[in-house]
């Protein structure tokens, strides 16, 4: 091999020298940075490889001695590095650099390697430290752990070791592979002819060889591979980016709680939850818990009256800290430890509160920062008086407590030490809150709106956050997103680092705490505002975002806006904002009843006093509006109802009568996109800032004609029209007290009143029905069915009278909208007017809001775009879940006889024999927007189970109660009633039956689980060992049998030819005419062997025929010529229990059977015959005549096919001798 480098002075003193400036600057980076690795290694690796080992060791050795002068530690580790150079050196002669896999095992062997003589250097010297901050920490953790000393020192090591020696050996694996590509261009740019020859040219400078084509795919795996690397060995912490963004809680629901609700302060200074799932809220007042139903002051605590914040810690314990007692410590809602003063607390007034990894309880005080311990009681075990007026308080995974005083200060502890800041952290300003993430990082707020990131190792990163003022806390989600609470809102900030604001309404003052509760919704809370919830609704309150109340009349969707008519006219809404123009304008106090889009995607609009307007589009932009009034044909000028008729056409119906009207484009309007319609002159609207041209003053502005109206002149009973239905080439009118008149193509009216079977004859709607055929009819006090046959059934089974109109989905499920909800039903279940309970979305299930009657909604899709009395409110009915995922029940106390005993789903009560009464007054903790049904009974009292709304729960009392066992179940119902979310049992016992303990059978089952883990783990990882051991020498020892047969069958052969000097060879020739006639058969080649070894044993049996008789030069006698047919089975008995071949004795038994049944020794015939004998006996007969034998010479080539031709069929197969010929 080449030099890679010229062996020169002005060639190694330079890269000499780069490489140890390589090496001490890597080193002072790592150092500076605090990074888990040395980087002091890459210029020696780099110079081994270039120059060879004793330049490598060189640089490895002055490495560590220039940088001893500055680091005591750093000089008693120059062998270490003179020895990697040594290593590396040789080992890249060996090629170790190209291949990922070679470069990596070096890695390993040199983390091993260094770890192996580091340590024991640390050890002697050192008291086992590493150096390195991020080795001393593994190695303190090991120990924590009550690992031995050594072995911590080893895993210590390794840890720093193992990511160096892998990252340096991947820097170089990633030079190497890239200096080899640059080479390899370079030359084929050169030598263009021989580029696709010369592949391998060898290089004389610093690679081993170019192998061009072979190592450029490794070479874009190395540079992945090195990636994935870098990003694994890097500290996790992304960019943010504050960018505003759509927020996802559009469709959560606002509840504010002030004192209107039961939080009587009407402020909340902090917000926690305990793992049972209940909430409770600090105040100035005192600490309140919230069930979801009430608010509950905890009085009589005398420590517990001014709450400044609240802290859960693993065990589920609450510390209260207040303004002027201390630090209040709860279990099950009940005062169990006082820290205060007396007790060492620097102050009684705590500000915050937070616990570390090493069970150290930090107390933040107006006075100092307390530690306070409860491992063998609660005391106070260290205090920081300079660290005053902490106001924020964050721990992380390692031990670390950040610290924010009033005026911005930070301070870190660790381990209930103080630790120096971080260089980055300490001249930041305004500093108002810290909090570390999961991953590591550092989130810090300030007094305006500025946010830093920081991570150790990493530079710090700082970003404004543009609408949010005064930075008051963060809140981490389990996906990792974190929430950004301020005194003027709520942001979250998701983690590919995208700021989505949130809708919080006017609830944006001194927004300080948050939390996310079991059920998922979110709670925030403000020292001036109370408490604020957003809960998760599949109803979106349109209205609520801009701002509005309105009671909406209809609703519709026009080239890509939200229209909703109301009694003052049209609201337009377009991505969420309030949109105003010609349109809005000329309708300003105008009531709209109806707004319906045709197939030419114009717009008509219903209105009260000012007839019906149609709409389209100019090829400009501006409005085409045509208006259609009385003097136009229309019966009257107030309308309620707009229906697009099959033929296209527009029916409008009204207080005084139906009219159809011709329904074309406007003159002026654009044609809609393909119809090849031509524009004309029509009145126009123009843009927002333009003027409006009322159209009845330009009689040009035709487009659209009457075509027929209905009224009480033309045979119309009822004129006041409230609703059309186009069904079976007919046109249905629902009246207001006239019941439904039919007008069919010939003109011909009929009517269908409540003598007819109609609930009423009041018809607020008729809905086609796509399911079955017919439609309903929705009328003033019930539901009917008209069939496609015309019969009329009445729906009285349906709970509710009050209903306005009816959605059907293509499933046949549908929703009945009403003055109670909206009812959801099955067209089937309507139809076959049984049941009575339906499921209804009401403000119990999230809608809030009431619809509004005689409303006309748009349905877009599964999407409804429900008219309402404050709004527009939009639902998708294919993804609205009637059920809610999870309840928590609580009922840790019970009454009996006016005294609380406490209760348990797991002991028994027992009861005395003297108890007389017993009170339930079990809890569900539901922060939802649902009122779920709830079923509860008494077991061995109840006949039956009482099932209600939860919100109608009240306390159950139990009075004398016999002796024996009852259990008391609450359970969780859905809608339907017929599936149980949630049930809790608790079991009491009236005179005392006993139970053993829980935790003792749970200690039982974790130990055997343990034992019986690592007892599976050991024998398995065994057994596998073992079985693979066995199975390679069962497959040797397979092999070594199988060739021993092939061996053992040849031998036998030999020997029987060997007996019959005259037949020599003759078996191994049968065996291959066999196997030839065997493949044209399409045996396969497992079975054509076994034939080749039951050929070769088909004469065995001859080896019990006298010589004299099988050598005999003449014919043989009758006598003799017995014997000789006995070989056959004499041969069948030797090869019976021949288990090597599968059906071995077969060729031997048969192969002189004859195919017309005159064969012996068995006189089988035809089909009789094994196939392996049939086959054995031609290719048998073939070799006797083919060859010479004692009585006679081999007969002529041409005797020999005429015999086979001769014989076929009677002696031979005729299919085999065909095969043969």
């Known amino acids: 091999m080449k030099p890679r480098v010229k062996n020169s002075p002005p060639f190694i003193i330079p890269l000499t020298l780069f490489a140890l400036l390589l090496n001490v600057g890597g080193r002072v980076l790592a150092d500076t940075l605090s990074l888990p690795v040395w980087l002091d290694s890459l210029g020696t690796f780099l110079l081994a490889y270039a120059a060879g080992p004793v330049c490598g060791a060189f640089v490895g050795f002055t490495n560590n001695l220039l940088y001893g002068i500055f680091v005591d530690q750093q000089s008693v580790y120059c062998i270490v590095g003179a020895l990697l150079g040594v290593l590396v050196g040789c080992l890249s002669k060996k090629h170790v650099f190209d291949t990922e896999f070679s470069t990596m095992t070096l890695g390993m062997g040199l983390a091993i390697f260094s770890t192996a003589i580091a340590v024991i250097i640390n050890t002697l010297l050192y008291e086992g430290k590493t150096g390195n901050l991020w080795g001393d920490q593994v190695m303190l953790f090991a120990m924590d752990l009550g690992l031995p000393r050594f072995l911590s020192y080893i895993l210590g090591q390794f840890c720093v070791e193992f990511l160096d020696k892998l990252l340096t050996a991947e820097i170089v694996f990633l030079l190497v592979k890239m200096h080899r590509l640059l080479r390899a261009e370079t030359h084929r740019m050169q030598h263009p002819s021989s580029a696709q020859t010369d592949t391998h040219a060898e290089d004389s400078s610093f690679t081993h060889v170019s192998a061009e084509k072979q190592h450029q795919p490794h070479s874009h795996r190395a540079l992945l591979s090195c990636g994935l690397l870098l990003f694994l060995l890097t500290p996790a912490l992304l960019p943010i980016r504050a960018s505003a963004a759509e927020s996802p809680y559009s469709r959560y629901i606002q509840t504010v709680y002030q004192s209107d609700a039961g939080l009587l302060p009407g402020e909340a200074n902090d917000l926690a939850q305990t793992k049972d799932g209940r909430l409770f809220i600090g105040t100035y007042a005192g600490l309140y818990k919230y069930d979801g139903e009430k608010f509950t002051c905890l009085q009589d605590i005398p420590s517990v009256k001014a709450v400044n914040c609240l802290y859960v810690d693993e065990e589920g ?89 009033e005026r911005g200060e930070l301070f870190l502890l660790k381990h209930g030490e103080a630790v120096p800041l971080p260089s980055a952290l300490q001249q930041l300003p305004h500093i108002k809150v810290a909090q570390f993430l999961s991953d590591g990082r550092l989130l810090l707020g300030t007094t305006g709106s500025e946010l830093y990131s920081y991570s150790a190792g990493r530079a710090l990163s700082s970003y404004q956050l543009n609408g949010l003022e005064s930075i008051n806390a963060f809140y981490e989600t389990e996906n990792h997103d974190f929430f950004v609470l301020s005194d003027s809102g709520v942001a979250a900030l998701s983690a590919d680092g995208t700021l989505q604001k949130i809708d919080t309404g006017d609830f944006t003052s001194s927004i300080d705490h948050m939390l996310i509760d079991y059920q998922g919704d979110l709670w925030f809370s403000s020292s001036r505002l109370g408490l604020l919830e957003l809960s998760p609704s599949p109803f979106d309150e349109l209205f609520s ?3 509005r109340s309105e009671v909406v009349n209809t609703t519709a969707r026009w080239q890509g806006q939200l229209l909703a008519g109301t009694d003052e006219g049209l609201l337009q809404l377009s991505d969420g904002a309030l949109v105003e123009d010609a349109l809005t304008e000329l309708l300003t106090g105008v009531r709209i009843r109806c707004l319906r889009v045709d197939r030419h995607d114009a717009l008509w609009i219903a209105t009260t006093e000012r007839g019906v307007y149609r709409v389209g589009r100019n090829a400009d932009g501006s409005y085409a509006i045509r208006q259609f009034t009385e003097a136009d044909g229309l019966p009257g000028m107030r309308f309620r109802h707009l229906l697009e008729l099959s033929n296209g056409r527009m029916a409008v119906a009204g207080d005084y009568g139906v009219a159809v009207l011709e329904n074309t484009a406007p003159a002026g309007q654009a044609p809609a996109e393909g119809t090849g319609r031509t524009p004309a002159t029509a009145a126009t609207a123009t843009s927002a800032t333009g003027t409006v041209k009322h159209p009845a003053d330009d009689a040009a502005s035709s487009g659209s004609c009457m075509v027929a109206a209905f009224d009480a002149r033309n045979g119309l009973s009822t004129e006041k029209s409230l609703c059309l239905l186009e069904y079976q080439d007919a046109l249905y009118i629902g009246s207001d007290g006239g019941g439904i008149t039919r007008i069919g193509l010939d003109g011909m009216m009929t009517r269908l009143t409540k003598a007819e079977g109609l609930s009423s004859d009041v018809i607020l709607r008729m809905v086609e029905d796509p399911i079955e055929g017919g439609f309903f009819v929705v009328s003033s006090n019930g539901l009917s069915y008209i069939t496609k046959d015309g019969e009329i059934r009445n729906l009285d089974r349906f709970p509710y009278s009050n209903n306005y109109d009816l959605v059907i989905r293509q499933d046949g499920s549908c929703w009945i909208l009403s003055s109670a909800g909206i009812y959801i039903a099955t067209v089937q279940n309507l139809l076959q007017n049984e049941r009575t309970d339906y499921p209804l979305i009401n403000t119990k299930r999230g809608f809030r809001d009431a619809l509004v009657a005689n409303a006309w909604m748009c349905q877009e899709g599964d999407t409804l775009y429900l008219c309402c009395g404050t709004g527009v409110v939009t639902v998708d009915m294919s993804t609205y879940d009637l059920s809610t995922t999870s309840y928590r029940m609580l009922m840790n106390t019970v009454m009996v006889d006016g005294k609380a005993m406490e209760i348990d789903r797991v002991d028994a009560l027992a009861l005395s024999a003297e108890s007389r009464q017993i009170t339930f007054a079990p809890e569900v ?32 009392t139990y009075t004398n109660l016999k002796q024996g066992s009852y259990v008391f179940e609450l359970s969780i119902l859905d809608d339907l009633q017929d599936s149980v979310i949630e049930s809790s049992k608790y079991t009491i016992t009236k005179e005392g039956e006993l139970y053993q303990h829980w935790w003792f059978k749970l200690y039982l089952y974790l130990i055997g689980a343990l034992v019986l883990m690592w007892l599976t783990w050991f024998f398995t990882r065994t057994h596998i060992q073992q079985m693979l051991l066995k199975q390679k020498l069962e497959l040797e020892y397979a092999k070594k049998q199988l060739q021993m047969s092939d061996e053992t069958i040849l031998s036998i052969a030999h020997a029987v030819d060997a007996k019959d000097s005259n037949t020599s060879q003759h078996s191994f020739r049968v065996s291959e005419y066999a196997v030839a006639i065997a493949r044209r058969l399409g045996y396969s080649a497992e079975r054509c ?11 065995i049996g001859k080896i019990g025929i006298p010589d004299a008789i099988l050598n005999k030069p003449g014919k043989l006698t009758d006598e003799e010529y017995a014997i000789m047919k006995t070989h056959v089975l004499r041969g069948g008995e030797i090869l019976k229990d021949f288990t090597l071949i599968k059906n071995a004795s077969v060729g031997a038994l048969y192969h002189h059977e004859r195919y017309d049944g005159k064969g012996y020794c068995h006189g089988l015939k035809g089909e009789e015959i094994p196939l392996d004998a049939r086959i054995i006996g031609i290719a048998d007969a073939f070799d006797a005549m083919t060859a010479n034998r004692v009585y006679r010479k081999q007969l002529d080539f041409d005797v020999v096919l005429a015999e086979l031709r001769r014989c076929r069929g009677t002696q031979f197969d005729p299919k085999l001798t065909d095969i043969l010929l």
Request: charged content about 15%.
């Open 1089 to 1099: 062997e076994e034939l080749r070894k039951i050929a070769l044993l088909h004469d």
């Open 317 to 405: 314990r609450l510390f209260v800290g207040t303004n002027d007692g201390g630090v209040t410590i709860f279990i099950n809602e009940q005062p169990i430890n006082v820290v205060d003063t007396p007790s060492g607390l620097p102050s009684n007034v705590v500000k915050s509160i937070v616990c570390d990894t090493d069970g150290n309880y930090y107390i933040g005080t107006s006075q100092g920062l307390a530690i306070v311990r409860l491992q063998s009681g609660v005391k106070v075990v260290t205090c920081f008086s300079d660290i005053k007026n902490v106001i924020s308080l964050s721990a992380d995974a390692s031990g670390q407590v950040i610290a924010i005083t």
């Open 925 to 956: 903790l539901n922060y939802s927007l649902n009122d779920p049904f709830v079923r509860v009974q008494l077991h061995g009292y109840d006949p039956s189970p009482l099932v209600c709304r939860l919100s109608e729960l009240l306390p159950l």
């Open 545 to 547: 975002h801009i701002g």
